[in-house]
């Protein structure tokens, strides 16, 4: 039997284009963290794109050298390989953001099989809508008058640390009066789910219940060979909420403050009680709203928390100047997700024919925006490859709702801009930094434990962050008194 390669009509020409060499660069070697593979030039010598490049661990590892090519060249860029169109300049990902007739949300794709249909996949009234049951519960008074419930959480994980039957995978070293353990283990992966959990109203006796099935969808995401365990949670987490859905359906429960005084109900109860259109929501759409706030807000905010220490201890200078002025937490958050956040951007389809920057592209076609390229636009953010907590064209002020140019800054891409700006973006950034503050008041001395750690391809420095975030995070610090 003769096998053809169906991808090869979409490739045609590239070798002869990159002539001499070509099988060599198809392999695409690990390059030094910032520098491209030589994928050639044409005959007016502009970088040729492969992009084969997407699928490669080059890629997953290195990629901003990449999306500069394409920013600088190809800021359209036509991937007839996998069949879509990627945008990678700051202005013109916010310009299709905010332009939600041209550029709509739907069909999302592969991951609504375990999530369901959320409303990401929405668009114009029905999408507001949605939005508005629970959007309060993740903003302002809401939260602040929170915030002891967050501080309570994270202390209690901590305090979890110092009990020799934990699982943590603390190890307390009395000799050399150190602590070692892996950050994501010990708090990351757990606090954020936590929080969600409290807002949303999950019984406490069903959280830990509640953090498996977070870990089986999310690892069931994406068509992966985990997908079908991801289905099972999602049906098991559906059984569960109907139940639920019924009980606070007859009797709602509330967040309280600090006084124990109601604040608001927590979200299940709010959308059990909700009407859209004269209908209450039903268990299936509560179920798929759960399933996307609880895989929107675990993984990312896990992510920030990791990513942010990895940054600021690799720039000591900056953390010191962190510790000695708490308000710098915040300018850090921002800017370690402009450096380094995990999602990569957003698709979209066009609803018209349009061409930008010469590209024709025909209605209804796979648009990816990628808001990691756009952070590092340097038409905007200048030497975007440096962690910078003091750069000064960064807006770190209030999260932006309808802008995202303040003050003659731009804020990062992290959180998408226009109409479906991240609603967690609040409450994920009040995690990141008071949990990191609560570590900090816990960490003597602390340092990465640079043994332990994967490296680069030299075998002896760190690992790029790359796409997404780290893994995992080894830390030593002083045992405190
Ligand atoms: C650092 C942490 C986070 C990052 C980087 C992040 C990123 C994003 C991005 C880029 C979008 C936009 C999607 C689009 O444009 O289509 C989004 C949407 C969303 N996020 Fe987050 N997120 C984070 C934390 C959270 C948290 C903590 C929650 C929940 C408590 C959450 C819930 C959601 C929801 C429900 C949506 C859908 C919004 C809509 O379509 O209207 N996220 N997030």
């Keep these: 039997m003769t096998r053809t390669n169906p991808f090869d009509a979409a490739l045609e020409g590239f070798p002869n284009k990159i002539g001499e060499g070509a099988e060599a660069y198809r392999k695409f070697p690990h390059m030094p963290v910032g520098e491209a593979v030589d994928m050639g030039h044409d005959e007016n010598g502009i970088p040729l794109f492969d992009p084969r490049i997407f699928d490669s661990g080059e890629f997953a590892r290195n990629p901003y050298p990449y999306y500069r090519i394409l920013r600088d060249h190809y800021p359209v860029f036509h991937d007839q390989l996998h069949n879509c169109y990627f945008v990678t300049r700051y202005e013109d990902i916010t310009d299709c953001y905010f332009d939600e007739i041209g550029f709509n949300t739907i069909p999302k794709g592969s991951s609504s099989g375990v999530l369901g249909n959320t409303q990401l996949e929405l668009s114009g009234i029905e999408h507001r809508r949605r939005r508005n049951i629970y959007g309060r519960h993740l903003v302002g008074a809401a939260l602040t008058k929170r915030i002891h419930a967050l501080k309570e959480l994270g202390n209690e994980l901590i305090d979890e640390w110092w009990d020799p039957n934990n699982n943590k995978g603390i190890e307390i070293n009395e000799d050399t009066n150190t602590v070692t353990l ?91 009680h909700s009407e859209i259109d004269g209908s209450v929501m039903s ?196 045992l405190p008194s």
């Design 182 to 272: 892996e950050l994501g283990k010990a708090f990351a992966n757990e606090f954020p789910i936590s929080v969600v959990a409290q807002v949303l109203g999950i019984p406490q006796d069903a959280r830990e219940q509640f953090t498996w099935w977070y870990d089986a969808m999310m690892s069931g995401l994406g068509g992966s060979d985990t997908h079908h365990e991801g289905l099972e949670a999602r049906q098991d987490l559906e059984e569960y909420v109907e139940e639920l859905v019924e009980e606070r359906r007859a009797n709602p429960t509330y967040l309280h403050d600090e006084n124990g005084n109601e604040i608001c109900l927590d979200i299940i109860s709010e959308l059990c």
């Design 283 to 478: 268990t299936e759409e509560i179920t798929s709203f759960i399933a996307l706030v609880v895989g929107g807000g675990g993984e990312t905010t896990r992510g920030a928390i990791l990513n942010l220490w990895y940054l600021l201890l690799q720039h000591p200078d900056q953390y010191h100047q962190v510790k000695e002025n708490e308000e710098l937490w915040d300018t850090a958050f921002h800017e370690m997700l402009r450096h380094s956040t995990s999602i990569g951007g957003q698709p979209r389809h066009n609803t018209f024919d349009i061409v930008m920057h010469g590209v024709h592209i025909p209605a209804g076609s796979l648009m990816h925006m990628v808001d990691v390229s756009a952070n590092h636009d340097e038409r905007i953010f200048k030497d975007p490859e440096d962690f910078n907590i003091f750069r000064d064209d960064l807006y770190s002020g209030k999260i932006l709702r309808s802008g995202h140019n303040k003050e003659g800054k731009c804020s990062h891409m992290a959180f998408g801009v226009g109409p479906h700006l991240c609603p967690g973006a609040w409450i994920s950034h009040q995690e990141t930094v008071i949990g990191s503050q609560i570590l900090d008041g816990v960490f003597k001395n602390v340092r990465i434990n640079t043994d332990r750690m994967p490296k680069d391809i030299d075998g002896k420095s760190l690992a790029p962050i790359g796409l997404k975030s780290i893994r995992e995070l080894w830390l030593d610090f002083d």
